[in-house]
């Protein structure tokens, strides 16, 4: 058995081999000790005359939870089943390696997620790549994806920085690759098993002579030889995990698809915005989680699908939004629709299943369950007005013959097992009966011996029975022995009873058994040749699959748009233009969440400065999360929305490292900037959030500066940036299309944390109430030590910090490091339009000794406002005011309408000098 054993570990060298030795799998030697740490087994050993081997066991009837483990370990576990009855056998039971388990191959459904896609992966660089003149795809490279459990099969080529962010956001667990490809795939930001076959297994050749058994002509489907090189490769390993026979013939289809042909939306952007990982893990909500209403898991599925990879086809889009609209508007069809889908099976794994011959005749009853429900919904749909409803139930295939098939021969509660009999229906096949009709009078027949037997030999005592090792006895207690008749044959001898049986019991025994046995083999072959005819449907039950997931989703969106209050947004806006935006995710979690909207209008980079923790991140993501969801087909959380159709969506939002891969969490912000200044569009949306400040403060501001000119002026996209570099509000004065944003607050007296008066702390400062609301214009204070002192900053320190402020401010500190005097006097223009207490001071700069620039330009305006001819004592300006030119006038009108609080520093100088220049002119 060793000898075995070892044998398959030679066949399959990358693989650990579990053994099936009766009701376990036995791994062996170095094997032995990895199953048993990983799965936390026991280790033993056995003995034989060659000498002493490690040996550990998983049972059988549990091995999937087993299992388990050794895939997160990136194992790939080949297990060996006996293929020969082990009373058949003469010697050595015969075993033979029935499929290979490897992260991308699972197939067991106690292995996968059933609400989402499990991706085997496979890319190849085209061979020109490193030899001219090779298969004529240039620089591109291949990326072939396929999911083992449901048959879908995709590839799509582009160059290898496009093909590395598509494997990111599919995050397959498992990527097959040959040596020396152009990139790592090890390197992404998602774990997973890299599998190299050698490099025949990504040769031209043999590719096609694997896809040749599944489509009829391969260049005809796939033009470009490095797809047709990724796909094939892709096939021929999941072929060999699939064991000796191999069976895919449920990859019925092989789809191309164009990177370009969907918004582009990164890893980075994926995690940022939380579309299906969570950044508190266990306690936040995805976007997913969110508007995931979807009644089988055949429509979670395609949702997801759908958020990874939304449009950019408008037309298409609006098709969606036509289907959610006409099923938001019909409640009652929409509902029918959802009870009907809420009996779906996974159809998709379900018609798997069948092809690979793993189907028992439960799965078969679940799937014409599945079909039952299919008229029930087109019934529904009868009178669907819109082009993609009317479509889908067009395509909606009732299989009625596989229905009737499946109803006619396979009973309605079907045992778990498919080789015991009770499978097939009375009545579906006539030899199966005439059997069954033999061994059920052959029962009736014993069951009747007792009777007869008592009556016949007077012993009222008598008892007919069976048991599996003696077969049907007829027991007589010891005193009545001697009533035994003549033609009785002892059977069996117990302590108080002897058992016998006569030559027609036998004769009958014989009959009843070789019938029983007969009609379980019978069945077995009845239900496979069922289960045949049911896989030669594959591709329609597959397209139906489809149809039922697509309608899931689209009824889907319409339940989060009634129960959420979403909008239909109008596409194919110039500009994004949103009326009271939320957050999707966060008004879920939030009692009150107050919206906010965007206009973009008046220009394409919107500045935004504000507190910590008044909501810039969570804004600049609701703009993002409210275009993804459009493009996707659904309405969106808003009042009403004007939106563009983007084509790719980039954030640069949070702070992390990356130590192992040395990277620091600066050097990552300017990898990640890289990017999307280099690949975003005037059709992209970009956010950014605090650029620049991993370093000093003056690389900071000059990288952030930098960035945002280079956004306006070279790249032209759609832009968010929210910052702290009060300076860079200043831009919006000198690029003409860009605009700043605030986040508002109200400030009161000074408190401590429960509202009471703080010993120790400045009690000058404001108490500062976070209003999340957005206003034009920019913010006067960032309100930093504010935010410490509401997270539980020691009074103490936060008073210290506001004496660093105020001595920041002194004349001679740099003015472009710091907002002091707005954090030291409170000020912020936005009491007055908040509802803050207008009773409440805010400083007067013209009382204070420091020289920041925009206290001599708040004196210079309260003497204009005063109608004073003169002017402030330090501020001298030449020319009688009296006689006054239109030049003059304008300047001086500019003043009065300039509103003060709200100017930075480095804005006051550059006003002053412009406006001088303007005088002195």
Same mark, same amino acid.
């Given at each position: 058995?060793?000898?075995?054993?070892?044998?398959?570990?030679?066949?399959?060298?990358?693989?650990?081999?579990?053994?099936?030795?009766?009701?376990?799998?036995?791994?062996?030697?170095?094997?032995?000790?990895?199953?048993?740490?990983?799965?936390?087994?026991?280790?033993?050993?056995?003995?034989?005359?060659?000498?002493?081997?490690?040996?550990?066991?998983?049972?059988?009837?549990n091995a999937a939870s087993y299992l388990e483990p050794l895939l997160d370990a990136e194992y790939r576990v080949a297990v060996a089943d006996q293929v020969e009855d082990a009373e058949e056998a003469s010697g050595l039971v015969d075993r033979a390696v029935t499929n290979v388990v490897s992260p991308g191959t699972v197939v067991d459904d106690e292995l996968l997620d059933r609400a989402s896609a499990t991706y085997l992966a496979a890319v190849v660089e085209a061979e020109g790549r490193q030899n001219p003149g090779g298969d004529g795809d240039d620089s591109r490279t #291949?990326?072939?994806?396929?999911?083992?459990?449901?048959?879908?099969?995709?590839?799509?080529?582009?160059?290898?920085?496009?093909?590395?962010?598509?494997?990111?956001?599919?995050?397959?667990?498992?990527?097959?690759?040959?040596?020396?490809?152009?990139?790592?795939?090890?390197?992404?930001?998602?774990?997973?098993?890299?599998?190299?076959?050698?490099?025949?297994?990504?040769?031209?050749?043999?590719?096609?002579?694997?896809?040749?058994?599944?489509?009829?002509?391969?260049?005809?489907?796939?033009?470009?030889?490095?797809?047709?090189?990724?796909?094939?490769?892709?096939?021929?390993?999941?072929?060999?995990?699939?064991?000796?026979?191999?069976?895919?013939?449920?990859?019925?289809?092989?789809?191309?698809?164009?990177?370009? +042909?969907?918004?582009?939306?990164?890893?980075?952007?994926?995690?940022?915005?939380?579309?299906?990982?969570?950044?508190?893990?266990?306690?936040?909500?995805?976007?997913?989680?969110?508007?995931?209403?979807?009644?089988?898991?055949?429509?979670?599925?395609?949702?997801?699908?759908?958020?990874?990879?939304?449009?950019?086809?408008?037309?298409?889009?609006?098709?969606?939004?036509?289907?959610?609209?006409?099923?938001?508007?019909?409640?009652?069809?929409?509902?029918?629709?959802?009870?009907?889908?809420?009996?779906?099976?996974?159809?998709?794994?379900?018609?798997?299943?069948?092809?690979?011959?793993?189907?028992?005749?439960?799965?078969?009853?679940?799937?014409?369950?599945?079909?039952? *429900?299919?008229?029930?919904?087109?019934?529904?749909?009868?009178?669907?007005?819109?082009?993609?409803?009317?479509?889908?139930? +067009?395509?909606?295939?009732?299989?009625?013959? *596989?229905?009737?098939?499946?109803?006619?021969?396979?009973?309605?509660?079907?045992?778990?097992?498919?080789? +015991?009999?009770?499978?097939?229906?009375?009545?579906?096949?006539?030899?199966?009966?005439?059997?069954?009709?033999?061994?059920?009078?052959?029962?009736?027949?014993?069951?009747?011996?007792?009777?007869?037997?008592?009556?016949?030999?007077?012993?009222?005592?008598?008892?007919?029975?069976?048991?599996?090792?003696?077969?049907?006895?007829?027991?007589?207690?010891?005193?009545?022995?001697?009533?035994?008749?003549?033609?009785?044959?002892?059977?069996?001898?117990?302590?108080?009873?002897?058992?016998?049986?006569?030559?027609?019991?036998?004769?009958? +025994?014989?009959?009843?058994?070789?019938?029983?046995?007969?009609?379980? #083999?019978?069945?077995?072959?009845?239900?496979?040749?069922?289960?045949?005819?049911?896989?030669?449907?594959?591709?329609?039950?597959?397209?139906?699959?489809?149809?039922?997931?697509?309608?899931?989703?689209?009824?889907?969106?319409?339940?989060?748009?009634?129960?959420?209050?979403?909008?239909?947004?109008?596409?194919?806006?110039?500009?994004?233009?949103?009326?009271? &935006?939320?957050?999707?995710?966060?008004?879920?979690?939030?009692?009150?969440?107050?919206?906010?909207?965007?206009?973009?209008?008046?220009?394409?980079?919107?500045?935004?400065?504000?507190?910590?923790?008044?909501?810039?991140?969570?804004?600049?993501?609701?703009?993002?999360?409210?275009?993804?969801?459009?493009?996707?087909?659904?309405?969106?959380?808003?009042?009403? #929305?004007?939106?563009?159709?983007?084509?790719?969506?980039?954030?640069? *939002?949070?702070?992390?490292?990356?130590?192992?891969?040395?990277?620091?969490?600066?050097?990552?912000?300017?990898?990640?900037?890289?990017?999307?200044?280099?690949?975003?569009?005037?059709?992209?949306?970009?956010?950014?959030?605090?650029?620049?400040?991993?370093?000093?403060?003056?690389? &900071?501001?000059?990288?952030?500066?930098?960035?945002?000119?280079?956004?306006?002026?070279?790249?032209?996209?759609?832009?968010?940036?929210?910052?702290?570099?009060?300076?860079?509000?200043?831009?919006?004065?000198?690029?003409?299309?860009?605009?700043?944003?605030?986040?508002?607050?109200?400030?009161?007296?000074?408190?401590?944390?429960?509202?009471?008066?703080?010993?120790?702390?400045?009690?000058?400062?404001?108490?500062?109430?976070?209003?999340?609301?957005?206003?034009?214009?920019?913010?006067?204070?960032?309100?930093?030590?504010?935010?410490?002192?509401?997270?539980?900053?020691?009074?103490? *320190?936060?008073?210290?910090?506001?004496?660093?402020?105020?001595?920041?401010?002194?004349?001679?500190?740099?003015?472009?490091?710091?907002?002091?005097?707005?954090?030291? $006097?409170?000020?912020?223009?936005?009491?007055?339009?908040?509802?803050?207490?207008?009773?409440?001071?805010?400083?007067?700069?013209?009382?204070?000794?420091?020289?920041?620039?925009? $206290?001599?330009? #708040?004196?210079?305006?309260? &003497?204009?406002?005063?109608?004073?001819?003169?002017?402030?004592?330090?501020?001298?300006?030449?020319?009688?005011?009296?006689?006054?030119?239109?030049?003059?006038?304008?300047?001086?009108?500019?003043?009065?309408?300039?509103?003060?609080?709200?100017?930075?520093?480095?804005?006051?100088?550059?006003?002053?000098?412009?406006?001088?220049?303007?005088?002195?002119?």
């Amino acid at each position: 058995m060793l000898s075995q054993y070892l044998d398959l570990c030679e066949a399959h060298p990358d693989a650990i081999v579990l053994f099936q030795v009766g009701d376990f799998y036995e791994a062996f030697c170095e094997a032995a000790e990895v199953v048993a740490r990983i799965c936390e087994v026991t280790l033993t050993k056995r003995e034989d005359s060659t000498g002493t081997y490690a040996m550990a066991g998983i049972p059988i009837d549990n091995a999937a939870s087993y299992l388990e483990p050794l895939l997160d370990a990136e194992y790939r576990v080949a297990v060996a089943d006996q293929v020969e009855d082990a009373e058949e056998a003469s010697g050595l039971v015969d075993r033979a390696v029935t499929n290979v388990v490897s992260p991308g191959t699972v197939v067991d459904d106690e292995l996968l997620d059933r609400a989402s896609a499990t991706y085997l992966a496979a890319v190849v660089e085209a061979e020109g790549r490193q030899n001219p003149g090779g298969d004529g795809d240039d620089s591109r490279t #291949a990326l072939a994806t396929l999911d083992v459990s449901t048959g879908e099969c995709q590839v799509t080529s582009a160059d290898s920085d496009r093909i590395s962010t598509e494997l990111e956001r599919l995050a397959p667990p498992e990527v097959l690759a040959p040596a020396g490809l152009g990139f790592d795939p090890s390197a992404l930001g998602f774990e997973t098993m890299l599998t190299d076959r050698g490099p025949e297994a990504f040769a031209l050749d043999r590719a096609d002579e694997t896809l040749s058994r599944y489509v009829a002509e391969p260049t005809a489907v796939l033009d470009s030889p490095v797809e047709r090189r990724a796909v094939g490769a892709l096939l021929d390993y999941a072929e060999y995990t699939q064991g000796d026979d191999g069976a895919l013939s449920y990859v019925s289809r092989i789809r191309r698809y164009d990177l370009r +042909e969907s918004l582009r939306i990164d890893a980075t952007a994926m995690r940022s915005l939380e579309l299906f990982d969570s950044r508190h893990p266990g306690r936040g909500e995805t976007l997913l989680d969110t508007v995931d209403r979807t009644a089988c898991a055949l429509g979670r599925r395609k949702l997801e699908a759908w958020l990874r990879r939304p449009l950019i086809d408008e037309a298409e889009i609006e098709r969606r939004h036509d289907a959610v609209a006409e099923l938001l508007s019909r409640p009652l069809t929409r509902e029918t629709i959802r009870d009907h889908l809420d009996r779906v099976y996974d159809l998709e794994r379900l018609a798997a299943r069948v092809s690979r011959e793993r189907a028992n005749a439960r799965d078969l009853r679940a799937l014409k369950t599945t079909l039952d *429900v299919v008229p029930g919904v087109k019934d529904a749909l009868a009178d669907a007005e819109s082009e993609a409803l009317a479509d889908l139930r +067009e395509s909606l295939d009732e299989l009625a013959d *596989v229905r009737d098939l499946i109803g006619e021969a396979i009973v309605d509660d079907p045992p778990q097992e498919i080789t +015991e009999g009770g499978v097939i229906s009375e009545g579906f096949d006539d030899e199966l009966d005439e059997i069954r009709a033999t061994e059920r009078e052959g029962r009736e027949w014993v069951s009747s011996l007792e009777e007869r037997e008592r009556e016949r030999t007077g012993i009222d005592s008598l008892e007919v029975g069976y048991n599996q090792v003696h077969g049907y006895y007829i027991e007589v207690t010891n005193p009545n022995l001697d009533r035994v008749p003549d033609d009785y044959t002892r059977r069996q001898t117990l302590k108080n009873a002897e058992r016998f049986y006569t030559p027609e019991l036998k004769r009958r +025994e014989d009959e009843i058994l070789s019938a029983a046995e007969r009609a379980d #083999a019978l069945e077995y072959e009845v239900f496979r040749d069922v289960r045949a005819e049911v896989a030669a449907e594959t591709e329609r039950l597959q397209s139906l699959a489809d149809a039922l997931a697509r309608l899931d989703v689209l009824a889907t969106f319409a339940t989060v748009a009634a129960s959420a209050d979403y909008v239909r947004p109008e596409m194919g806006a110039e500009e994004i233009a949103i009326d009271a &935006g939320r957050h999707p995710v966060v008004e879920r979690t939030q009692a009150e969440f107050v919206p906010n909207g965007i206009d973009f209008a008046d220009g394409h980079v919107a500045v935004i400065t504000g507190p910590n923790m008044s909501g810039k991140s969570t804004y600049m993501r609701q703009v993002a999360l409210i275009c993804l969801l459009a493009q996707a087909g659904s309405f969106v959380p808003a009042d009403a #929305a004007e939106l563009p159709v983007l084509d790719r969506l980039f954030t640069r *939002v949070g702070a992390s490292d990356d130590i192992a891969g040395g990277q620091s969490t600066f050097m990552r912000e300017m990898a990640e900037l890289t990017e999307i200044l280099h690949d975003a569009t005037e059709d992209s949306l970009v956010l950014l959030d605090e650029v620049g400040r991993g370093t000093s403060t003056a690389d &900071g501001l000059a990288i952030a500066r930098a960035t945002t000119e280079f956004v306006h002026d070279e790249v032209g996209a759609t832009t968010l940036f929210a910052t702290h570099y009060h300076d860079l509000t200043a831009l919006a004065e000198e690029l003409p299309n860009a605009f700043n944003l605030h986040f508002t607050v109200s400030k009161g007296e000074g408190k401590d944390g429960d509202g009471a008066d703080s010993p120790d702390a400045d009690t000058d400062a404001p108490d500062v109430t976070f209003l999340h609301r957005v206003a034009e214009g920019a913010a006067s204070s960032s309100y930093g030590v504010e935010v410490a002192r509401l997270a539980g900053v020691p009074d103490r *320190v936060v008073a210290r910090a506001r004496e660093h402020l105020r001595e920041s401010s002194a004349p001679g500190a740099d003015a472009s490091t710091s907002d002091a005097a707005t954090e030291r $006097d409170g000020g912020d223009a936005d009491s007055s339009d908040t509802g803050a207490d207008a009773s409440v001071s805010t400083g007067d700069p013209a009382d204070d000794d420091s020289d920041d620039p925009r $206290d001599t330009l #708040a004196a210079y305006v309260d &003497g204009l406002d005063a109608g004073s001819n003169g002017h402030p004592e330090g501020l001298a300006i030449d020319g009688d005011f009296d006689d006054l030119g239109e030049a003059e006038r304008e300047v001086l009108a500019e003043l009065r309408d300039l509103d003060v609080a709200r100017t930075t520093p480095l804005e006051a100088l550059n006003t002053l000098e412009r406006l001088q220049r303007e005088l002195n002119e």
